[in-house]
Structures are given as C-alpha cells and as structure tokens.
Nanobody
C-alpha cells in the first residue's frame, strides 16, 4: 500500500493550498480516508476524515469552515482544500487510510500512512 501526499508549500497567512493524496495497492473506495498533521514538538493530530463514499465528513474544531476534505474514487485520490490558512496550521500533513467502516479521529484507527507533505504558513 502506498499513499503519496503532495501539494504542500509555503503560503502567507490567509492563503490557500490544496493537498492531494494518491493511493495505490488498496481498494481505495472501501476505505475511510483522513488527514492528520504534526507540528514540531507536538503529537500528530486529526484534521479531517471522509467516508468511503464521500457522503460524510468530520473535521477538527480548529479547521471547521476553513478546510474541506473530498475524494475521487475513480482517481484513488483524497484532497484537502485549505483556505484561510493561519501560522498555527504550519505542520507536516499526512494522509491515512483506515480499515474501519466508520469515520475515526484517532491515529490508532488508521492502518496506512503516507509520507507527509510540509505546509508552512508565514505571517
């Protein structure tokens, strides 16, 4: 299984980025997909997750209204549209896939992880 995250970069406060995560080696449409992030010196934290069919999504409180998770099962890809970026959003962003049926928000419920993509928001 491979999850290849991309789309990170350097952006100013208030800017936008769109992260992508291309999956291979798994039946993508059967997996809950999620984004987590980890800032230096901090634990990895949940950002957003989406159901296998894209009809349900869950977000961390600190990104609601700013970030949107979506997926394209035909392309085996999950996305994270990030608007209104803040300096505190600076982190490495990881995509993850879960074998569980329901959306989950904890690290331990995800079985496969991508390598991460760096997002840096400058003031």
């Amino acid at each position: 299984v491979q999850l290849q995250a991309s789309g990170g970069g350097l952006v100013q406060t208030g800017g936008s980025l769109r992260l992508s995560c291309a999956a291979s080696g798994l039946t993508f449409s059967r997996h809950v997909m999620a984004w987590f992030r980890q800032a230096p010196g901090k634990e990895r934290e949940f950002v957003a997750a989406i159901s296998w069919d894209g009809t349900h999504a869950d977000y961390a409180a600190f990104v609601k209204g700013r970030f949107t998770i979506s997926r394209d099962n035909a392309k085996n890809t999950v996305y994270l549209q990030m608007n209104g970026l803040k300096t505190e959003d600076t982190a490495v962003y990881y995509c993850a896939a879960s074998l569980m049926f329901n959306i989950a928000a904890t690290v331990r419920e995800y079985n496969y992880w991508g390598q991460g993509t760096q997002v840096t928001v400058s003031s």
